[in-house]
C-alpha cells in the first residue's frame, strides 16, 4: 500500500515542513543535486501524472572501461560507491539487488487572493481568496528477471494514491498551477494501480554502458545499442518530452505547461495514465521510440476505449543528445534535443461545428459534445531542448503545435505553447542540493477555438461565459532546498496574465509551498 497522506494533514504536514527550513543545515555538505525525478525510461536522457521520479535526471551515462562483463566484475560506473555522497533518500537503495522497493510523498499547497474579474463562468478561475493542498504518494515495486544483461526483463508495478484539490478545482486556467492535482474532484483518494508494466531489453551488442537504476528502469548495465520494449498501463510523459530542467512537479516546476508540452494532448486517463505500448531504439547518441496508447471515451474521462481500431494516441519522438551548444560550437556540456509528433482518434467534438449549430440558432448555446463523432483526429508536433551551460547553469525550451479543430481531449485547452526557462544550483552558495528555477511559457488556442469559448461554450478546463481574446501568458520561479536525506521544501509562485485567454480578467499571483520526500 502506497504511504498514504490524506487531505486534512496534507496541508499540516506542508506547513509542519516549512518550519524545518530554520533548522541548522549548514552542516550538510552533500554533492549534486539529482536534477529533478524523472520519468526518463532510458539511460541517455534521463519525467507525474503521472508524476515523475527523483532518478532520472541524471548526466548522460559514461562508457564503461573496455573488457567490463555483464556481471559487473568490471567496473560499472553505477556500481561505484563514493562513501562521501550524500544519501538523497531516506535510506539507501541496493544498486546490485534484482529487486526494486521506494516511495515518495508530495504535498503543495498554493494560495491566491482577489484578481480583476467582472465576470465568470463555470468553468473559470474564481476570483476570491483561495487555498488548496494537494497530496500524492507513491509506492514503487520492480523485480529484474535477467539482471544487467543483453536481455534484461524488468517487473514494474507501482501504486498511488493522489488527494487533495487544485486552485479553483484546476478550472480557469490552461497552464494549471498544480500538476498533481487530479481533475476530477470526485475521485476516490483510495490507493489505485499507477503503472504495471512488462519492460523488455534487446541487445544488439556485446558492448555494454552504464544507466541510472532507478525504479522504471532496474538496469545499472545495458548494451549500447539496443531496442527496449514497454507494455502495460503506463504514463507517456515518463518516456516521451522528457527534460531534465522541466518535466517534474516534484522537485521543479508545479504548472502544467512547463512540465510537459500543453499542445500535446497525450493519450490519459483523469489521472495521466493509459494502457499502450512503447517500442524504443537507443544508440550512443540518438534515440527514436514509437507508442500507441488508449485514448479516454470522454474527455477527460477515466474510462479507456479498449477499441484501438477506432480510437488510439500514436506518438513518435527523436532524440539527439546533444544540445544546440554542441551542435553550434565545441562545447562539451551535456545537453539535448527532442522532436515530437502525435495523431489521436478519438471520439471528438469539432470547435467550428458547435458554433455554427449557436449561430444557426439550433442551440441556446455552442456546446463541443454535440458534435462528438469516432473518426475525428488531432494532431501535432513538439521541440524540446536543454543545455548544460555551466557546472551550475541549466537553459530549457520547448515549442509545442496541434491543428486545433477538434476539442481538447486529454490534457489541457492549449494549441500552441513556447516555453523557455532554466535552473541554477546552489554549489556557490554552499547549498549544492538546492536549485532555483525560472520559466516563462506563452500559451494560445486557435480562431475556432477563442469563439466557442467567447459565445459561452465549455471545454472541460475552460469556460468564463465570454472572451476577450489573449494570449496565456505565464511566469513562475521556486527554490528548492534540501533540507536531509530525502526531504526536501520549496517555496515559490506563479504570476498569470490573462487567465484562460481572457484579457477581461486578471492577473493573478499564486502563492506555492511544496513539500517533498523520497523514501
Not at 514497454?230 to 517534474?248: E, H, Q, W, Y
Not at 456546446?367 to 541549466?394: C, P, W
Request: net charge negative; aromatic share 10%.
Amino acid at each position: 500500500m502506497p504511504f498514504r497522506i490524506s487531505n486534512p494533514t496534507g496541508l499540516a504536514a506542508t506547513v509542519a515542513l516549512c518550519a524545518l527550513v530554520g533548522l541548522p543545515v549548514a552542516a550538510q555538505r552533500p554533492a549534486e543535486l539529482p536534477s529533478a525525478p524523472q520519468p526518463q525510461l532510458q539511460a541517455a536522457a534521463p519525467s507525474v501524472p503521472a508524476q515523475p521520479i527523483a532518478w532520472a535526471f541524471a548526466p548522460l551515462s559514461a562508457d564503461l572501461a573496455p573488457g567490463a562483463g555483464e556481471d559487473g566484475a568490471g567496473g560499472s560506473a553505477a556500481e561505484s560507491v563514493d562513501d562521501d555522497a550524500p544519501l538523497l533518500t531516506m535510506a539507501p537503495h541496493s544498486e546490485r539487488a534484482r529487486d526494486w522497493v521506494s516511495g515518495q510523498a508530495n504535498s503543495i499547497f498554493q494560495a491566491h487572493g482577489h484578481f480583476h474579474s467582472p465576470y465568470q463562468g463555470a468553468n473559470s478561475l474564481i476570483d476570491d481568496v483561495e487555498t488548496k493542498a494537494s497530496e500524492v504518494a507513491t509506492l514503487y515495486l520492480g523485480y529484474q528477471l535477467r539482471p544487467n544483461s543483453r536481455w534484461n526483463t524488468d517487473l514494474i508495478v507501482d501504486f498511488e494514491n493522489a488527494g487533495g484539490r487544485g486552485i479553483s478545482q484546476a478550472l480557469g486556467l490552461a497552464g494549471a498551477t498544480n500538476l498533481d492535482v487530479v481533475r476530477n474532484p470526485n475521485l476516490s483518494s483510495a490507493p489505485y494501480l499507477a503503472r504495471g508494466e512488462i519492460h523488455q531489453t534487446i541487445g544488439l551488442t556485446d558492448e555494454m554502458v552504464a544507466q541510472e537504476r532507478g525504479p522504471l528502469a532496474l538496469a545499472t548495465r545495458v548494451p549500447e545499442r539496443r531496442f527496449e520494449i514497454r507494455i502495460g498501463k503506463m504514463t507517456l510523459p515518463d518516456t516521451f518530452d522528457v527534460n531534465a530542467v522541466g518535466s517534474d512537479s516534484h522537485l521543479q516546476f508545479t504548472n502544467w505547461t512547463i512540465d510537459n508540452n500543453g499542445a500535446w494532448d497525450y493519450a490519459a486517463d483523469t489521472r495521466g495514465y493509459t494502457v499502450g505500448g512503447i517500442l524504443e531504439y537507443d544508440d550512443k547518441l540518438w534515440s527514436a521510440r514509437y507508442g500507441i496508447a488508449a485514448m479516454p471515451t470522454v474527455a477527460n474521462g477515466m474510462d479507456l476505449d479498449w477499441a484501438f481500431s477506432r480510437a488510439n494516441g500514436q506518438n513518435g519522438e527523436f532524440e539527439l543528445r546533444k544540445g544546440l551548444l554542441n551542435l553550434f560550437g565545441k562545447s562539451k556540456r551535456e545537453g539535448a534535443i527532442r522532436i515530437l509528433n502525435y495523431v489521436n482518434h478519438a471520439h471528438m467534438g469539432n470547435y467550428r461545428e458547435s458554433v455554427d449549430q449557436y449561430l444557426e440558432g439550433n442551440v441556446a448555446k455552442p456546446s463541443i459534445l454535440a458534435t462528438e463523432r469516432f473518426g475525428a483526429v488531432k494532431y501535432g508536433f513538439g521541440l524540446n531542448t536543454e543545455q548544460e551551460v555551466t557546472g551550475s547553469l541549466r537553459l530549457f525550451a520547448r515549442f509545442g503545435w496541434n491543428d486545433d479543430r477538434n476539442e481538447s481531449f486529454a490534457y489541457t485547452e492549449v494549441a500552441q505553447t513556447v516555453l523557455f526557462g532554466g535552473d541554477y544550483g546552489g554549489r556557490d552558495w554552499r547549498r549544492p542540493n538546492d536549485k532555483i528555477g525560472l520559466a516563462f511559457v506563452s500559451n494560445a488556442i486557435k480562431r475556432d477555438h477563442q469563439n466557442y469559448l467567447h459565445y459561452g461554450g465549455l471545454g472541460f478546463l475552460l469556460g468564463d461565459g465570454n472572451l476577450n481574446y489573449g494570449r496565456e501568458n505565464i511566469v513562475e520561479w521556486y527554490y528548492n532546498a534540501h533540507l536531509w536525506r530525502g526531504l526536501y521544501v520549496m517555496v515559490g509562485g506563479t504570476q498569470i496574465a490573462d487567465p484562460g485567454y481572457n484579457r477581461d480578467r486578471g492577473p493573478v499571483y499564486v502563492s506555492t509551498v511544496r513539500a517533498h520526500i523520497d523514501f
